[in-house]
């Protein structure tokens, strides 16, 4: 059978594989999949790719999701020129650490751009609110100035001479805020320049072709209701990604003046690693690299000093986060290229990077979709439930911690279901990099007191399985650290600590909305007279106190002499329905709070159990209409 690609040319992961496959002479069946008819949401696709994403890839019974992975198991399987992804040691680790880069970064602001100005207001309906469009074009100025001062610098293309699967995917990035009519190159002359090299290198009509679409995207009519419901929470989920950023050292920039100096970048033409083990993907490189008695320097940079923002350490990772690799004068950042130049240069047993194209796939495409996935809502998970509160003393919003730990759980969902399934790893019978980096991702939340492997067993059985792989001494000292945070001082420093308040407001900002409005519905057919009096009041009151809000946001209705049949009986009977954003959306939440809903209507009405029902509903901040918009902009 002929390969398939599943693409919508909206997207711009499936552009760079439109424009690959073609201009490589790749031949493929094309299937579109039309996200703004929800079509990736269809239970037919879902079969094809779990993920319920484009692009994906059908190569006869192999499927493939993540379109970094689709690159380069095409660019393997079809042996195409060496340019696109080198052979060359360090040029191939570079493209890797642009492909690694991007994900949490061009990626998501070109994204955010186009959906603020146009997608929005033309294709949802919705008003931006101006000051969020403002931050948003801010973001994308701050990532195209990496993009030129740390990629592309003074060559023609990202890692050299000659265009590359870096290039490729920086370009279709970068026509999304142009489909929206963001004025990108200005003030940017050599990107403008750049951007024309990679034109020509495609072929000009060939670019055109690709891009037509999105470049239309500011003519498309309204969404009709039904596909607007089905599209918003998933497109507000994906444009508000957030990775807080203390691995990646990302927080809002204040004086660094008084902080900790970092350790000597002095080389001394050793391998040398700039790592702080409690970083999660710093610890999956020390595993990697003691694992395999891998040579190496550790230069310790304590991310809870500041030292990742000194300007020594600047000097050897421009992006001012860890870890980072120096190999004489060969300086490499971001966790997957380290390991995957790691495992090539010192030539590591074959299961940590498989050679077998399939094998190989299936890391890839794990260590493609953590980024915005497992790795975000880890790093979250930590530092809601222990960090902020006892390292800051900075009170984190229940609902913020609840929302968190509802993606955590969905994420180990499709960790469990997805990737692992029925083997022993994640991609197969051997332990890989890819097992690596989810097990360091894992060990945040569990340092935190979260369960996350109780009820489930077979996540468990593949941690024992990880750890033994590795050798349980040293795992227990690659995360030595981690798990004895919870035991940490409060920090004292006022600069770190501002520092550090400020992201959690910026996080604050990325996960929820404003304080939200729990919603109380009762409906019964008791008679108003039956209904004891200042009930709505006395409700409010304890809802307040059963999900932990203030009673000013709290709105309760009552409905009483409504037509109501409850197991086959008209008795006297109630329903409640509890609508509210993050506090009831997990199984342990609703159980609480039934028990002591129960216990305010048995009470108050004076009516058994079994005549009482409730329905907890979860919401999305857009579902909240306020102040002539929704909840989400406010």
Known sequence: MVLELYLDLLSQPCRAIYIFAK??????????????????????????????????????????????????????????????????????????????????????????????????PVFLGERVPPETLAATLAE???????????????????????????????????MHPIGGGCP?????????????????????????????????????????????????????????????????????KVSLRGLSSAAPTTSTMGLELYLDLMSQPCRAVYIFAKKNN??????????????????????????????????????????????????????????????????????DEYLSWQHTALRSCCTRAMWQKMMFPKFLGQPVPPEMLASTLAELDRCLQMLE???????????????????????????????AGCKIFESR???????????????????????AVVLKAKDMPPLMDPDLKEKLKLSLQFAA????????????????????????????????????????????????TLRPGMTLLMNGSTEPCVQLLVSSIGVVGTAEQNRSHSSRFFEFLTKELALDQDRICIRFIPLEAWQIGKKGTVMTFL
Request: charged residues 25%; proline residues 6%; glycine residues 4%.
């Open 417 to 447: 279901d997805k990737f692992l399934r029925d083997q022993a790893f994640l991609t197969g019978s051997h332990i890989s990099v890819a097992d690596l980096m989810a097990i360091t991702e894992l060990m945040h939340p569990v340092s």
């Open 509 to 556: 900002l990325r996960t929820l909305s404003p304080p939200n409005m729990p919603f109380i519905e009762l409906e019964t057919n008791l008679p108003a007279s039956r209904i004891p009096a200042g009930l709505e009041k006395r409700l409010c009151s304890a809802t307040a106190a059963i999900l932990d809000k203030p009673e000013d946001r709290v709105s309760v």
């Open 184 to 252: 990108v190159f200005e003030g940017h002359p050599k990107l403008a320049a750049w951007y024309h090299r990679v034109e020509a290198a495609v072929g000009k009509e060939l670019f055109r072709e690709a891009n037509e679409v999105i470049l239309k995207a500011k003519d498309s009519p309204p969404a009709n209701p039904i596909i607007k419901q089905k599209l918003m929470s998933r497109v507000l989920t994906m444009i508000h990604c957030f990775q807080l950023g203390l691995q990646g050292g990302q927080f809002p």
């Open 457 to 479: 067993p077979k996540l468990d059985a593949w941690r024992q399985r990880v750890e033994a792989a590795v050798g349980e001494n040293l795992f227990q000292e690659a995360h």
């Open 23 to 120: 201009k490589n002479g790749i031949p493929f069946q094309m299937q579109t999949v039309d996200l703004r008819k929800g079509e990736h949401l269809s239970d037919a696709f879902a079969q094809m790719n779990p993920m319920m994403k484009v692009p994906a890839m059908k190569d006869n019974d192999f499927t493939l999701g993540e379109s970094v992975a689709i690159l380069l198991y095409l660019t393997h399987k079809y042996k195409v020129p060496d340019h696109w992804y080198p052979q060359d040691l360090q040029a191939r680790a570079h493209v890797d650490e642009y492909l690694a880069w991007q994900h949490t970064a061009l990626r998501r602001s070109c994204l955010r751009a186009l959906w603020h100005k146009v997608m929005f």
């Open 140 to 174: 994308l100025d701050v990532n195209l100035r990496v993009l030129e001062d740390k990629f592309l610098q003074d060559k023609a293309f990202l890692v050299g001479p000659h265009i590359s699967l870096a290039d490729l995917v920086a370009i279709t990035e970068l």
């Open 294 to 363: 891998i040579p190496f320097q550790l230069r310790t940079i304590e991310l809870l000093k500041g030292q990742h923002y000194t300007d020594d350490f600047a000097q050897v990772n421009p992006l001012r986060k860890v870890p980072a690799l120096k190999d004489g004068d060969f300086v490499l950042a971001e966790s997957v290229a380290i390991l995957l130049y790691l495992s090539r240069k010192y030539k590591a047993p074959d299961h940590w990077y498989p050679q077998d194209l399939q094998a190989r796939a299936r890391v």
